[in-house]
T-cell receptor, first 113, second 113 residues
Framework: DTGVSQNPRHKITKRGQNVTFRCDPI?????LYWYRQTLGQGPEFLTYFQNEAQLEKSRLLSDRFSAERPKGSFSTLEIQRTEQGDSAMYLC???????????FGPGTRLTVT | DQQVKQNSPSLSVQEGRISILNCDYT??????FLWYKKYPAEGPTFLIS?????DKNEDGRFTVFLNKSAKHLSLHIVPSQPGDSAVYFCAASAIQGAQKLVFGQGTRLTINP
C-alpha cells in the first residue's frame, strides 16, 4: 500500500507567478486535507475534501488559493499571483471517513523569490 | 489563539532514559489527540493517538497519557533511542465535522549517546 504522494517536492517561483501542487492520497481514503507549515510552527489547516466535495476552508485560504479534487481522487492546490509570504511547506494528508488518523505526504516546499 | 501548545521548544535526553514530551490544549471540544514525529524535509509521521474516553494508550516504547481535567497530554518514550531524535508534534481534533487537526508548535527531541 503506497502512502500519500505529493509533487513537486520543491518549487521555486518568482513573486507574481502562479503555482500548482498535486497530492495523491492513499487509495480508498475519501477524506483529503491540505495544511501549510512555516518555520518553527506546526502545520495549519487550509482546506478539506470529502470525496470530491470541498467542505471546509480556513480563513488562511485567501482568494488567491484554490483547491480541487476532481472525481474524489487526487487533489490540486493552486496559488495565483504568489507573494513572498506564501513561502512555506504545503502538506497533504488523507484519512478514511471513519478514521481520525490522518496520514501525511512528504510535502511540497515552496520558495517565492 | 493557540489552542494547542507545546511549551518546550527542545528537549535533550540521554540514550536509554525516558523522554517525556508535554502538550496542553484549551478547546473542550477536542476529543481525539495524536502525536506525530517529523524529520527534516519529510511530512509528519503518525506515532500514537488517544481518544478522550481513555486516559492511557500504549504502543511498544510509546505511551500517551491524557488528563482531561487539566487539558494536558504527554508522550513517554522509553527507552529513548538515537533514532527518536526528531521534532514531535501534538495534534488535536473534534470528532464532529471536518476532524481537522490543530497542531502545537512542536518539540525538538535530541537523544544523546
Amino acid at each position: 500500500d503506497t502512502g500519500v504522494s505529493q509533487n513537486p517536492r520543491h518549487k521555486i517561483t518568482k513573486r507574481g507567478q502562479n503555482v500548482t501542487f498535486r497530492c495523491d492520497p492513499i487509495s480508498e481514503h475519501n477524506r483529503l486535507y491540505w495544511y501549510r507549515q512555516t518555520l518553527g510552527q506546526g502545520p495549519e489547516f487550509l482546506t478539506y475534501f470529502q470525496n470530491e466535495a470541498q467542505l471546509e476552508k480556513s480563513r488562511l485560504l485567501s482568494d488567491r488559493f484554490s483547491a480541487e479534487r476532481p472525481k474524489g481522487s487526487f487533489s490540486t492546490l493552486e496559488i495565483q499571483r504568489t507573494e513572498q509570504g506564501d513561502s512555506a511547506m504545503y502538506l497533504c494528508a488523507s484519512s478514511l471517513y471513519s478514521g481520525q488518523i490522518q496520514y501525511f505526504g512528504p510535502g511540497t516546499r515552496l520558495t517565492v523569490t | 489563539d493557540q489552542q494547542v501548545k507545546q511549551n518546550s521548544p527542545s528537549l535533550s535526553v540521554q540514550e536509554g532514559r525516558i523522554s517525556i514530551l508535554n502538550c496542553d490544549y484549551t478547546n473542550s471540544m477536542f476529543d481525539y489527540f495524536l502525536w506525530y514525529k517529523k524529520y527534516p524535509a519529510e511530512g509528519p509521521t503518525f506515532l500514537i493517538s488517544i481518544s478522550s474516553i481513555k486516559d492511557k494508550n500504549e504502543d511498544g516504547r510509546f505511551t500517551v497519557f491524557l488528563n482531561k481535567s487539566a487539558k494536558h497530554l504527554s508522550l513517554h518514550i522509553v527507552p529513548s533511542q538515537p533514532g527518536d531524535s526528531a521534532v514531535y508534534f501534538c495534534a488535536a481534533s473534534a470528532i464532529q465535522g471536518a476532524q481537522k487537526l490543530v497542531f502545537g508548535q512542536g518539540t525538538r527531541l535530541t537523544i544523546n549517546p
